[in-house]
């Protein structure tokens, strides 16, 4: 299918008419962008118009960062996907250590829960390193025996993030920048705090009241939300431009060789080079949303980033492929779910 850029463009200036959209727009045709378009205000309160360089929260689209770093300690031969936890953090509890391994933190099947609950409400505002998340679940007992089925997990992807550190020896943050965005030109993504001066941040807002509710039309910012710094899990900043960087040096074998190159969108269980037809990744919560998807069929990447809810842009994600490649000829999807707070 050809790109329609008017239809394209038309169905996102309905959303920000709508008051639905406030973000930007990349579309790629493998190494050629061929639209580009920046909608809506980085900061209300001063009326600063977002820009096509603008840094956004991408949520758990740092998952994919953090599979690529396990991926290059893999491929170095430090660390093996049947590692159990403990060879690398001895010190974490027994019923983690002794039976969780690191294809089951990846695959989503460990047993372990997520880190939003109320010791994260609690505690969000002084996030720093990866050590600070770990209080938020480290004494939950695991929610089944690892391997007896998938269940999202962003407590696992943590674990993930400390076994980085143990095996690198230098911290989650500082390993993905040396060895990941500056290999691939990345130069405005990394996990800020929030309370550092950014230029070109944007501010997440959201309908999610403190009370809990959801208001029709007003929107806050999403800071007492989020937390004060992403983990592994998500919650680091990017820029569309970073992220086709991003594609493209997963394209090009820029940070891992033909093989590993080729399990970077697909599940563990599935051979190493399988291509599949369409990849859907996101990452979302209150005031963010992140959604990468490639037609490896067409050759098409979409980028799209916002700072408003999830549920401003799901109801569209399916005319959005539909675009690209119509549903009867997607097949499988290889997918990771939008929502980072549930």
């Known amino acids: 299918m050809e790109f329609d850029e008017k239809e394209f463009e038309g169905l996102f200036q309905t959303l920000v008419d709508a008051d639905k959209f406030s973000g930007v727009v990349l579309v790629a045709k493998e190494d050629e962008i061929i639209f580009e378009k920046a909608y809506g205000y980085a900061c209300k309160n001063f009326e600063v118009p977002n820009q096509l360089d603008t840094k956004f929260n991408i949520g758990s689209l740092n998952k994919v960062i953090t599979k690529i770093a396990i991926l290059q300690l893999l491929q170095k031969g430090k660390l093996t996907l049947e590692d159990l936890?403990?060879?690398?953090?001895?010190?974490?509890?027994?019923?983690?250590?002794?039976?969780?391994?690191?294809?089951?933190?990846?695959?989503?099947?460990?047993?372990?829960?997520?880190?939003?609950?109320?010791?994260?409400?609690?505690?969000?505002?002084?996030?720093?390193?990866?050590?600070?998340?770990?209080?938020?679940?480290?004494?939950?007992?695991?929610?089944?025996?690892?391997?007896?089925?998938?269940?999202?997990?962003?407590?696992?992807?943590?674990?993930?993030?400390?076994?980085?550190?143990?095996?690198?020896?230098?911290?989650?943050?500082?390993?993905?920048?040396?060895?990941?965005?500056?290999?691939?030109?990345?130069?405005?993504?990394?996990?800020?705090?929030?309370?550092?001066?950014?230029?070109?941040?944007?501010?997440?807002?959201?309908?999610?009241?403190?009370?809990?509710?959801?208001?029709?039309?007003?929107?806050?910012?999403?800071?007492?939300?989020?937390?004060?710094?992403?983990?592994?899990?998500?919650?680091?900043?990017?820029?569309?431009?970073?992220?086709?960087?991003?594609?493209?040096?997963?394209?090009?074998?820029?940070?891992?060789?033909?093989e590993h190159s080729g399990r970077v969108y697909v599940p563990l269980e599935v051979k190493s080079g399988a291509n599949p037809r369409v990849v859907g990744l996101a990452g979302g919560a209150p005031g963010l949303i992140a959604l990468y998807l490639k037609f490896n069929v067409s050759g098409y990447t979409v980028l799209i980033l916002s700072n408003y809810d999830p549920e401003d842009v799901e109801p569209v994600t399916k005319s959005i492929m539909d675009m690209f490649v119509p549903e009867s000829e997607r097949g499988k999807k290889a997918e990771m779910r939008v929502r980072d707070d549930e």
Do not use: C, W
């Open 85 to 258: 936890v403990g060879k690398h953090l001895p010190d974490f509890p027994k019923e983690i250590a002794t039976k969780v391994k690191i294809s089951h933190l990846i695959s989503f099947t460990s047993g372990m829960g997520d880190y939003f609950n109320e010791k994260f409400t609690a505690g969000n505002g002084n996030l720093r390193t990866l050590d600070d998340f770990v209080p938020f679940f480290i004494d939950d007992p695991l929610l089944f025996e690892p391997g007896e089925k998938m269940e999202y997990s962003n407590a696992g992807f943590v674990v993930l993030g400390k076994i980085i550190e143990a095996v690198s020896g230098i911290g989650y943050y500082e390993y993905v920048k040396k060895n990941i965005y500056e290999p691939a030109g990345m130069l405005d993504s990394e996990h800020y705090e929030i309370d550092a001066i950014i230029p070109k941040l944007a501010t997440g807002y959201t309908h999610h009241m403190p009370d809990g509710s959801i208001h029709p039309s007003k929107r806050r910012t999403n800071y007492f939300i989020i937390g004060s710094r992403g983990s592994s899990a998500g919650g680091g900043q990017s820029t569309v431009y970073d992220l086709f960087k991003l594609d493209r040096a997963i394209a090009n074998e820029l940070l891992l060789d033909k």
